[in-house]
């Protein structure tokens, strides 16, 4: 396990010296999504596919499915909510249905994500009897439902006409990928998304919840007034103090020195992201909240080969879908935390339960 903001930078981003094969371990078993790639020229093939199906200029679409989504969730709860399964998850799971063209609401593909993710992201030791086998299922049902929507695509359906898993499907010449190498792309990209901005989510609810009374108020006015690029920065700091995923994989396959210490070839890696974000170097007073630091101070999701694509700074989209989601659960008055234990987001930022007036 390593520390610190140096090593973390080091272990994932010399892909010379550390590998993703432990993630690729466990693709064997779910499936060989894009999450198990090595930095080879098919995965850059697929990245840059996946990169020109999801223009930065997207973000103006991505941006409303995400309000307006997030808006209906205070339209019909009774001033009361879990900040996580009923306000992250139905919009994710909106932007799922309406972006990427994968049907989503009133399935199971969250649940599919869910067991997937935790498979990838837990280390081995930390895993649960019977998580081999609930991934294994997870992902063939996965890849099930996902070529489903892929065969929409090939009929040319015009529902899904403007969707990342239709501009896929559709790219032509030296951009395009077999319809095998799409699933995975797309399956990859969603389910290593997908639970990471969930978790995230409802760790910065967590978070800004415990502001001061006049810092919260301040962040509420934000809200209230809909700037997004004002609230983003706080959002971006609220996600500092847990970043995710928390811990990343890598297999050193060349000798390397790491924060001063000699890492040799077949030595698994925990990469601590949590370190990197409160490194004195990098973030001066770490425990304090503020907002508008380096952006080296935040880590979230992933660094190197495998920081997630739609977390870039020319791809901010699950950036911009928790602001928007802050946006309309700050704007409600009286805002607080439930009474109790529900009150408080769990170790696995899986539920948090709010009030307002």
Known sequence: MVVGHDAFVKVLGDHDSFSVSDYARKMGVIGTFLLGREFTP??????????????????????QIAADEAGKQFGTASRRLDVGRELARPVLLALVDKYFGVPATGTPLFDWCAAVSTYVFTPDVFLLPDAHTIAADAGARMRDHIGKALDVCARGADAVADTVIFRLA???????????????????????????TFQEFVQVVDVLLDLSPQRFRDVQTIARAEKQDLLLPSILEAARFSPRPPLLARECVRRADVGGMRVSPGTVVLAVAFTAAFDWKIAPRPWRFLAGRPPAAYPIFGYGQHHCVGATPERPIAQTVMTQMAIQLLKQPGLQRASGPLGRAGLNGDRLFVEWD
């Open 42 to 63: 098919a995965y850059s093939d697929e990245i840059g596919a996946l990169r020109r199906a999801m223009p930065p200029e997207d973000l103006v679409r991505i941006r």
């Open 170 to 196: 559709h790219a032509e010449g030296s951009h395009g990928l077999g319809a095998d190498r799409v699933l995975d792309t797309v399956a990859g990209t969603i389910a290593g998304a997908l639970i990471p």
